[in-house]
């Protein structure tokens, strides 16, 4: 047994990194989301829907934002019309939560590990913002395509990049791209 152990130890080293990082994030974003309370909306969830508003209104669009309290989401208005709902699962945190657990699970130094996070995380946030809204955009023009766009080629986006921040990640900054330096 302990061979095994022995031979597969990063393994098991990076799988319980990831789990126990992953798990401590989930259980602290799931104890923010009770404290607002069922079907209300987070208050990350209202910057992410208000930040997409900004964004669609710097490209002189005319879009809104509707909150109505007895809804469990928010309105996204494109050009007067309602064009998609935002919910909870549509403001990155998870996929941030995801992010993280990995970096942290191929860590390097503090300093390096840390940054790397907060600009991942920052890349991620504004590049979700930008997603809604293009999204909105799109559907707006081809409705009959929601599911396509929606369904899949936005979270492609959105996952390929989270994909190419960590493939960076190992490569450039982790311990292991340092012992691969180093061989």
Known sequence: MKKYFNKYKPFLLFLAKFFLTYIILALIYQGFLRSFGEDKIDSITELVAENTKQLLTLFD?????IKIDSEP???LIYNQQYVARMI????AISIIVLFISFVVSFSGSVKSTVLFILGGSLIIYILNVA???ILCVLIYLFPKQQTLLHGVLFPLFIYGVVFILWVIWVNKFSLYAKNTANS
């Not at 669009?61 to 934002?65: C, E, K, P, T, V």
């Not at 909870?88 to 403001?91: Q, S």
């Open 61 to 65: 669009a005319d879009s809104d934002i």
């Open 73 to 75: 989401y928010i309105r």
């Open 88 to 91: 909870e699962g549509c403001n």
């Open 131 to 133: 997603r809604i809204a």
